[in-house]
């Protein structure tokens, strides 16, 4: 059996080709190797937090972020959680929420994860940076663009690369 780098290649070559009898057969067999191993859930799920608005996976790290979710009683500050996997089971290493204040923060509607270093973006224009020693996910920034205005769609995409 292939693996998934391989299936990935032979879809987009397949795509190029626009040979649709080999993109129909690999899709299958990339259907067979992919399968759901595990639900992951919030420790404290909320039925319209947006658990999983944005998603990044690195290794054995997982951060699925929840842009609407409450913490310490503010409205819609947002969280990411991470979560490790050990053989094939994924467990929530931390919860992250920041220093950002105010409600509708939204931290989470975009993240980004290489690894360990986390970056959220916020709905506020802000973008928050964390960094993992050991098994704990620290805040280390939060920053904005220098001229940035109010619902400027600064953060609205955000990816990390190393370091920087």
């Not at 009683?73 to 959680?81: F, L, Q, R």
């Not at 220093?99 to 989470?108: A, C, D, E, K, N």
């Not at 805040?139 to 609205?156: C, M, P």
């Amino acid at each position: 059996m292939k693996n998934i780098n391989n299936l990935t290649d032979d879809i987009y070559e397949s795509l190029m080709d626009e040979d649709y009898n080999s993109l129909n057969s690999s899709i299958k067999e990339l259907q067979a190797v992919l399968r759901e191993t595990q639900k992951l859930t919030a420790s404290d799920a909320g039925a319209s937090y947006y658990f999983g608005n944005s998603v990044a996976i690195d290794g054995d790290t997982a951060l699925v972020a929840s842009y609407w979710n409450d913490h310490d009683g503010v409205d819609k500050t947002g969280a990411g959680y991470v979560f490790t996997r050990s053989g094939s089971t994924w467990t929530q290493q931390q919860k992250l929420t920041s220093t950002l204040t105010g409600s509708s923060r939204q931290l989470g509607k975009w993240a980004a994860l290489e690894g360990d270093n986390i970056v959220m973006g916020s709905g506020k224009d802000k973008i928050v940076i964390y960094s993992r020693s050991g098994s704990t996910w620290t805040q280390d920034l939060i920053t904005e663009g220098d001229d940035t205005a109010y619902n400027d769609r600064f953060s609205f995409s955000v990816d990390i690369s190393g370091r920087s």
